[in-house]
């Protein structure tokens, strides 16, 4: 299962860390730098986002979200995966050519795996 591709990906968490939920310890990136990011690395090239929506901050949560997610889906190089199995979507972010990091703790695992492997990973300042 451990096949390189060579896709850009990226994981963004949303949902209950939009809300500051009191157990989320960290933000998602901010929508203005990661559009800034794309824009500007990678204007001609396809990114995958993977994110999972964690709803358990109440209708509000979702709602931000949601808004999150739509402006993501107005960059014309970005294809949204807001579903399905985290265990192959964790294979396909550590095999990629090039993962752009995320905040919380599995993109943490990510960046961690894709670093023994010597994989590239880029960081948004």
Request: charged content about 25%; glycine content about 6%; some cysteine.
């Amino acid at each position: 299962m451990l096949k390189k591709n060579n896709n850009i990906t990226m994981h963004i968490r949303l949902g209950d860390v939009l809300c500051n939920n009191k157990w989320a310890h960290k933000q998602p990136l901010s929508l203005d730098k990661i559009i800034t990011f794309i824009k500007t690395k990678f204007k001609n090239e396809q990114i995958h986002i993977y994110t999972f929506l964690h709803f358990g901050g109440g209708p509000n949560c979702r709602k931000k979200s949601l808004e999150y997610i739509n402006e993501l889906k107005k960059l014309r190089n970005a294809s949204l995966h807001t579903a399905g199995n985290a265990d192959e979507n964790f294979l396909e972010m550590i095999n990629s050519k090039i993962h752009i990091a995320g905040t919380g703790g599995y993109s943490d695992l990510i960046n961690m795996t894709r670093k023994k492997m010597n994989l590239e990973t880029l960081y948004i300042p």
